[in-house]
Nanobody, 124 residues
Framework: QVQLVDSGGGLVQPGASLRLSCTTS????????VGWYRQAPGKQRELVAV???????KYADSVQGRFFVSRDNVAKTAQLEMNDLKPEDSGAYYC??????????????????RGQGTQVTVSS
């Protein structure tokens, strides 16, 4: 049974940091690209960050330089380090895995499995 478990969200003030984790099971993790989408109320779901099998990374322009994605193929987990958070970073963050890697090449939504999501709220 495939499982992706999102964790690490919360309520923080602007300028704070958070680390999201994605814990997977039931998949051959090293052969998947992994990343996060976020969904904010009234906005389209957007790709936030993705890391490929070869550890290439891609970020949304709005988070470039503030967010950093990493993966641990032994633990079958991925992390999203989010720094200098802004109110516009608020939303539900979903980790995903993508066998084709098209999430990296196209920047568009593409996944085989995704987590249940974790809420990030940035507010003073």
């Amino acid at each position: 049974q495939v499982q992706l478990v999102d964790s690490g969200g919360g309520l923080v003030q602007p300028g704070a940091s958070l680390r999201l984790s994605c814990t997977t099971s039931g998949i051959t993790f090293p052969i998947y690209a992994v990343g996060w989408y976020r969904q904010a109320p009234g906005k389209q779901r957007e790709l936030v960050a993705v890391i490929t099998v070869s550890r290439r990374t891609k970020y949304a322009d709005s988070v470039q330089g503030r967010f950093f994605v990493s993966r641990d193929n032994v633990a079958k987990t991925a992390q999203l380090e989010m720094n200098d958070l802004k109110p516009e970073d608020s939303g539900a963050y979903y980790c995903f895995v993508d066998r084709s890697g098209s999430s990296y090449t196209t920047g568009e939504e593409s996944y085989d499995y995704r987590g249940q999501g974790t809420q990030v709220t940035v507010s003073s």
